[in-house]
């Protein structure tokens, strides 16, 4: 069991949790993620660790309650446990002095990028950084984003909170000061990463994203996670979760993607009937 040290919301829908998991907090590097299960019936959830802290032998986890589980997840708060917290998995975020790169985050992204943001800071890079959100109260991480910055770029869908539009707008401003960049680094909605390696393509600049495919086991074993890279066949949980951007086949990992949807809607109608009911008998 894995305690819950502490739960905030962080934005409506968005929840950081700090875990209890000493072993996997010393081992823990920039780029790898957890799987989480919250209770021992519960679906397994692929997890980037935010941040570790591993004198206080704790994970930082960052969930937006989407489906199922993960609405079940927020509901757990302080002094609660997740049944299971697998890892540190992945293969850590390559990490060197390249000179200038670009750290995109767009809606929950941004707390996927962060800590390859802080890594890439760390190592000596300048860091220019773009962080999207559908709205002003949306945006998640700006202060610690700020912090392992050179310089942070702010878009909000409907232009609540810095630029007006999407981050490959801002991207593209980067791109058209002329200045040399020396990778690009991106995560996010598929669509977005999709868009973001599309628009960097021409020029061959650098450009890593990180996906959160279907995962179950985390160990290359059921293949949920699969993904078609160039010409190679990868599993996503052992082989990345960083790939080459220009490589990717995102049409068929967005289809992919999608093949669970009705079951996921169902889950989650039965889940809101069953709160409903307790409401109910509750009153």
């Known amino acids: 069991m894995y305690v819950i040290q502490s739960r905030s919301l962080l934005a409506p829908g968005i929840a950081e949790f700090v875990v209890e998991a000493p ?34 032998g704790t994970i930082t986890l960052i969930v937006q309650a989407i489906g199922k589980t993960t609405r ?38 941004t707390a996927v990028i962060y800590p390859m943001a802080k890594g890439l800071k760390d190592a000596g890079n300048e860091v220019i950084s773009i962080i999207g959100a559908q709205k002003s109260d949306m945006v998640i991480l700006e202060k610690e984003m700020g912090a392992v910055s050179d310089e ?35 995560t996010g909605p598929l669509p977005m990463m999709k868009a973001v390696a599309d628009q960097t393509r021409a020029s061959g600049t650098r450009t890593l994203v990180s996906l959160n495919p279907i995962m179950m086991d985390g160990t290359g074993m059921c293949g949920a996670c699969r ?10 949980c052992v082989d990345g979760p960083e790939f080459d951007a220009h490589a990717i086949n995102f049409d068929e ?30 009153l």
């Open 72 to 109: 079940m997840m927020h509901q757990m708060g302080e002094g609660d446990a997740f049944e299971d917290v697998v890892g540190p998995l992945g293969e850590p975020t390559p990490v060197a002095n390249y000179g200038r790169v670009v750290c995109i985050g767009g809606g929950v992204g």
């Open 152 to 186: 942070l770029l702010i878009t909000t869908d409907d232009g609540s909170r810095g630029m007006k539009g999407f981050v490959t707008q801002a991207l593209a401003g980067v791109m058209e000061r002329g200045d040399q960049i020396h990778g690009i680094y991106a």
């Open 23 to 56: 072993l996997i907090a010393k081992k823990r590097k920039p780029g790898n993620f957890v799987i989480v299960r919250p209770t021992k019936t519960g679906e397994r959830i692929p997890l980037t660790i935010v941040t570790s802290d591993a004198g206080q």
């Open 227 to 236: 993904v078609t890279v160039g010409d190679s066949l990868k599993f996503a």
């Open 253 to 282: 990992l967005i289809t992919r993607n999608r093949a669970y949807m009705k079951q996921e809607s169902e889950a989650l109608k039965s889940l809101e009937s069953d709160q409903s009911c307790k409401a109910v008998r509750a």
